[in-house]
């Protein structure tokens, strides 16, 4: 069984900064491409950025300059997104998203369950 778990989500005021993390576990063979994707109320969910398993990345327009998305895949699998200077409009629920073959090399895709980002003073 595969699991995504994000962390790192809360209330921030809006110039502050956030780091959200998100860990990959189960029995896992390999983990491709990565993602975070966000939710706002009411609007569909998008895509905030990309890596894939060679770090290549790709940015949505709204964030570029200010989000940084890394991975380690040595450490747990784990997927980061930095987040400099919050606007409120990045108020969202951001999800992890993954591409992963299990020891069986079933592939599929997975999603974690979520964290909220509000950005208020």
């Known amino acids: 069984q595969v699991q995504l778990v994000e962390s790192g989500g809360g209330l921030v005021q809006p110039g502050g900064s956030l780091r959200l993390s998100c860990a990959v576990s189960g029995c896992i063979f390999s983990v491709g491409a990565m993602g975070w994707y966000r939710q706002a109320p009411g609007k569909q969910r998008e895509l905030v950025a990309g890596i894939t398993s060679g770090g290549d990345t790709n940015y949505a327009d709204a964030v570029k300059g200010r989000f940084t998305i890394s991975r380690d895949n040595a450490k747990n699998n784990m997927m980061y997104l930095q987040i400099n200077s919050l606007k409120p409009e990045d108020t969202a629920v951001y999800y992890c998203?993954?591409?992963?073959?299990?020891?069986?090399?079933?592939?599929?895709?997975?999603w974690g369950q979520g964290t909220q980002v509000t950005v208020s003073s």
């Open positions: 998203n993954a591409d992963v073959a299990d020891y069986g090399l079933t592939s599929g895709n997975y």
